[in-house]
Every structure is written in C-alpha cells, then in structure tokens.
C-alpha cells in the first residue's frame, strides 16, 4: 500500500509559477513510477509528466514541455511538479499517482492516487 500526499497547489496569476510536491509513504519510494494527471471541469484525467524510478527516464504531454518539470527526492520520498507560464488553461486538479510499471502515461496503469491539489490560474 501506498498513500500520497499532495501540497502546493493554489490560485496563481497567469505567467506565474507554483511547485507542486508529493510525499509517499507505506513503500520504497524508489521502486515506483511516479506521475501528475490533472483534471479539469467536464474533462478527462490527463497525464501531465511521469518519472520512473529508473533515474533520467520522464515523459511530458507534449504541450507541456518546457513549461513544467517533474523531478523526484528518493532520499524524500517526494516528487514534485515545477509549473512556470502558467496559463488560464491549466486550471485543474492535480493528483500524484505512483506505479510500478517503468513509465506510463496511462492513469488506468497507476494503483495509487493523492486526493488532489486545486491549482487555480487567474488571467
């Protein structure tokens, strides 16, 4: 079992930037995949980055890229989501989720899941 913790999250003016953190606990942090989803109003759950736990190996929705950065502190257990130029689109409800596959953007591949964090962006 794992349980996710998420912080961070807020209301932010547009082109503004927020860091989102994840702490894990109830497994070794450093065997699991971890991934953002974020979900908007009327919307599907997307993924938004994914780390393995093999070190270096990520993935971003291509949209994303060069806007957010998803990074992790195995010594922490906790992963975070480094969010810059937000904009008005990225109004969501971000959820950490972990898994033990090496990479996946699939939310139906991830077992565990954080209640979420409201991230707000103003225009």
């Known amino acids: 079992q794992v349980q996710l913790v998420e912080s961070g999250g807020g209301l932010v003016q547009a082109g503004g930037s927020l860091r989102l953190s994840c702490a894990a606990s109830?497994?070794?942090?450093?065997?699991?995949?971890m991934g953002w989803f974020r979900q908007a109003p009327g919307k599907e759950r997307e993924c938004v980055a994914a780390?393995?736990?093999?070190?270096?190996?990520?993935y971003y929705t291509g949209s994303l890229k060069g806007r957010f950065t998803i990074s992790r502190d195995n010594a922490k257990n906790t992963v975070y989501l480094q969010m810059n130029n937000l904009k008005s689109v990225d109004t969501a409800v971000y959820y950490c989720?972990?898994?033990?596959?090496?990479?996946?953007?699939?939310?139906?591949?991830?077992?565990?899941w954080g209640q979420g964090t409201q991230v707000t962006v103003s225009s």
């Open positions: 989720a972990a898994t033990s596959m090496v990479l996946s953007n699939d939310p139906v591949n991830y077992d565990y």
């Open positions: 109830g497994r070794t942090f450093s065997t699991l995949t």
């Open positions: 780390i393995s736990w093999n070190p270096g190996r990520t």
